[in-house]
């Protein structure tokens, strides 16, 4: 498929538990983001990877999250020690290149997103 | 920093008519970009249309259009003939110019639309 792909889908852990989501970006896109996105609200940026640097991490909310894109390419999204708090929706986006101009370029196409349950 | 605000939770509407979305916010940049997207039960956002803050002319896409006024600060969505489909959560989001901005996206709380046959 040619749109940004994301797995699993859902992931229940149990607190405590590391989990790992992963992110396919749309081919060619060199921006790819992460946003956290809890129930009834909108989504809320965690972190931004331009090819394989990771250039604004400034939404993580704690040192427990880590983020990585090694070949700048697949993305994947670990959190360590989950606790309750961590249960949401995790969305990734993918857009061709950020040039500074906030324009139609710079549009963000969205995976489905994993949703993340931590009992 | 940026703010969006969608005053209006949850919106009903009759297919076939024409409904607004609003949305409003509030930045200090002289360059920014607003985006609406779409977020059918499914949960995978769908982008809809972009207006930029130098355009003079509002946005079009299909049945989707944008009300921008940039002096009041709004930019709000209508969609014309609404179908059973467009029934969905619909966010407005803006960006901001500058390097360091990145194009990271701030959202609103959403609108809940609900198309009635």
């Known amino acids: 498929g040619a749109g940004v792909s994301q797995s699993p889908r859902y992931k229940v852990a149990k607190r405590g538990q590391d989990v790992a989501l992963r992110c396919d970006p749309i081919?060619?896109?060199?921006?790819l983001f992460w946003y956290q996105q809890a129930l009834g609200q909108g989504p809320e940026f965690l972190t931004y990877?331009?090819?394989?640097?990771?250039?604004?991490k400034s939404g993580l909310p704690s040192d427990r999250f880590f983020a990585e894109r090694p070949e700048g390419s697949v993305s994947t999204l670990k959190i360590q020690r989950t606790q309750q708090e961590d249960s949401a929706v995790y969305l990734c986006?993918?857009?061709?290149?950020?040039?500074?101009?906030?324009?139609?370029?710079?549009?963000?196409?969205f995976g489905p997103g994993t949703r993340l349950t931590v009992l | 920093a940026q703010k969006i605000t969608q005053t209006q939770p949850g919106m009903f509407v009759q297919e076939k008519e024409a409904v607004t979305l609003d949305c409003t916010y509030d930045?200090?940049?002289?360059?920014?970009?607003l985006f609406w997207y779409k977020q059918p039960s499914s949960g995978e956002m769908i982008f809809l249309i972009y207006?930029?803050?130098?355009?003079?002319q509002n946005a079009t896409e299909g049945r989707y259009s944008l009300n921008f006024q940039k002096a009041r600060k709004s930019a709000n969505l209508v969609i014309s003939a609404s179908q059973l489909g467009d029934s969905a959560m619909y966010f407005c989001?803006?960006?901001?110019?500058?390097?360091?901005?990145?194009?990271?996206?701030?959202f609103g709380q959403g609108t809940i639309l609900t198309v009635h046959p």
């Open positions: 081919s060619g896109h060199v921006s």
């Open positions: 930045t200090s940049d002289q360059s920014y970009g």
């Open positions: 989001s803006t960006s901001r110019a500058g390097g360091t901005s990145y194009g990271k996206l701030t």
């Open positions: 990877f331009q090819n394989e640097a990771q250039l604004d």
């Open positions: 986006a993918s857009s061709l290149l950020w040039r500074g101009l906030a324009g139609p370029t710079d549009t963000q196409y």
């Open positions: 207006q930029g803050s130098y355009d003079e």
